[in-house]
C-alpha cells in the first residue's frame, strides 16, 4: 500500500467529471487500499479518487466512531438512486481543502448503488453522516466540492485561502 499524495483545491482535475471504472480488477484493488492508506492518513472519513488525480468513478469512505472497529467501504461506480425529503444541516470539511468547514444542506438520508471491491452490486441506505459523506464523495466524482454550496463570497475567500496554502507548501518542498 502507497499513501497517495491529495490534490489541493484549487486544481482543475478537482473540478472535472470522472469516468466509468471499466473492470474491477487487482489494479483497482490496489487502487482502493491506497485510497483507504492515504485516507486514514490524513486523517478523513471520505476519499475521492479524483482528489489523488485518478479520474474514475470510485470512493472509500469509513464513518465508523473512534471507538468503533473500523467499517471501510469502496464504492465503484456509485448512483444515488433515491434522496429523502427531509434535508440535515452537516458541518462538512474536505481533503482537499484542508481546515475548512462549512454548514452543508443535504437529504437527510439516500439509497446508493455501487459495485464493491469484487465487482458485486450493491444498494444500500445511509443516513447520518454516512449519507452526507457518501454525496460529498459523489460530488467530488462529478466535478463538484462542498464550498459550491456556499456564496460567492465566501467561496472566493476559501479559495484565496487554498492558494495561499498551496504556494505556502510549495515554499517548504523547494
Given at each position: ?64 466512531e473512534k471507538d468503533e472497529a473500523p467499517e471501510p467501504m469502496a464504492l465503484v461506480n456509485p448512483e444515488i438512486v433515491w434522496t429523502s425529503e427531509e434535508t440535515r444541516v452537516h ?84
Open positions: 500500500m502507497t499513501l497517495r499524495p491529495i490534490l489541493i483545491h484549487p486544481d482543475p482535475r478537482l473540478k472535472k467529471v470522472c469516468d466509468p471504472v471499466a473492470a474491477v480488477d487487482d489494479d483497482l484493488r490496489a487502487l482502493i487500499d491506497d485510497m483507504l492508506e492515504t485516507m486514514y492518513d490524513a486523517p478523513g472519513v471520505g476519499l475521492a479518487a479524483s482528489q489523488i488525480g485518478v479520474m474514475q468513478r470510485l470512493f472509500v469512505m469509513d464513518c465508523s458541518e462538512e470539511g474536505c481533503l482537499s481543502i484542508p481546515d475548512i468547514y462549512a454548514d452543508v444542506t443535504r437529504p437527510d438520508r439516500v439509497r446508493v448503488r455501487w459495485l464493491d471491491r469484487d465487482g458485486t452490486e450493491c444498494e444500500g441506505e445511509f443516513d447520518g453522516l454516512r449519507a452526507t459523506c457518501a454525496q460529498h464523495e459523489i460530488d467530488h466524482l462529478n466535478g463538484k466540492l462542498f464550498i459550491d454550496y456556499l456564496g460567492s463570497m465566501k467561496r472566493q475567500m476559501i479559495t484565496q485561502k487554498m492558494k495561499k496554502l498551496k504556494r505556502e507548501r510549495a515554499k517548504q518542498g523547494a
